[in-house]
T-cell receptor, first 113, second 108 residues
Framework: TAGITQAPTSQILAAGRSMTLRCTQD?????MYWYRQDLGLGLRLIHY???????GKGEVPDGYSVSRANTDDFPLTLASAVPSQTSVYFC????????????FGPGTRLTVL | GQNIDQPTEMTATEGAIVQINCTYQ??????LFWYQQHAGEAPTFLSY????GLEEKGRFSSFLSRSKGYSYLLLKELQMKDSASYLC?????????FGAGTTVTVRA
């Protein structure tokens, strides 16, 4: 079982360009999440989805958008990247709401120049 | 929102015991998680506490006191592979927030 996968593994992006980070899970989990992790700040929630067709804003949503067309996929889009979006991005999923154990993908390391 | 505090770094010797403390302030407490994260890897689940008391799972134990807004993760019989970052995460008002993490270095 793959669990939860992310693509790409890493990316260097020019400022102003757009980019979509992909996330797919095969555990049939209802809830999915996008976090960014920066040194000294820990994991911060960007957006989440409790079930297919619904999304919500987390702690740091500005500059990011998400969609949840089906249960398995939860892409994160940066419409116009800025250097402050340089970070490691983790996708996660859980069976239900946040009080269920979250399973994390391997992460995407994004550098915006 | 939540305020979550944990020490930045701890160092211990192989075979020893280390206790990582986590204090939090939150509204609508729904539970507390501990995750382990090795450098360059994804976080992995260690424990979940929602009631006061100690939860033991092999070499790792987690304690919660809701009235004090306090938890600790106890790592016993430390091994070199336990060198990692340990993340305290609190659910408040059904939102999960993470602390910045405690980096534990195990020395031979």
């Amino acid at each position: 079982t793959a669990g939860i996968t992310q693509a790409p593994t890493s990316q260097i992006l020019a400022a102003g360009r757009s980019m979509t980070l992909r996330c797919t899970q095969d555990m049939r989990h209802n809830a999915m999440y996008w976090y960014r992790q920066d040194l000294g700040l820990g994991l911060r929630l960007i957006h989440y989805s409790n079930t297919a067709g619904t999304t919500g804003k987390g702690e740091v949503p500005d500059g990011y958008s998400v969609s949840r067309a089906n249960t398995d996929d939860f892409p994160l889009t940066l419409a116009s990247a800025v250097p402050s979006q340089t970070s490691v991005y983790f996708c996660a999923s859980s069976a239900g709401l946040e009080y269920n154990e979250q399973f994390f993908g391997p992460g995407t390391r994004l550098t915006v120049l | 929102g939540q305020n979550i505090d944990q020490p930045t770094e701890m160092t211990a010797t192989e075979g020893a015991i280390v206790q990582i403390n986590c204090t939090y302030q939150t509204s609508g407490f729904n539970g507390l998680f501990w995750y382990q994260q090795h450098a360059g890897e994804a976080p992995t689940f260690l424990s979940y506490n929602v009631l006061d008391g100690l939860e033991e799972k092999g070499r790792f134990s987690s304690f919660l006191s809701r009235s004090k807004g306090y938890s600790y993760l106890l790592l016993k019989e430390l091994q070199m592979k336990d060198s990692a970052s340990y993340l305290c995460a609190v659910i408040g008002d059904y939102k999960l927030s993470f602390g910045a993490g405690t980096t534990v270095t195990v020395r031979a």
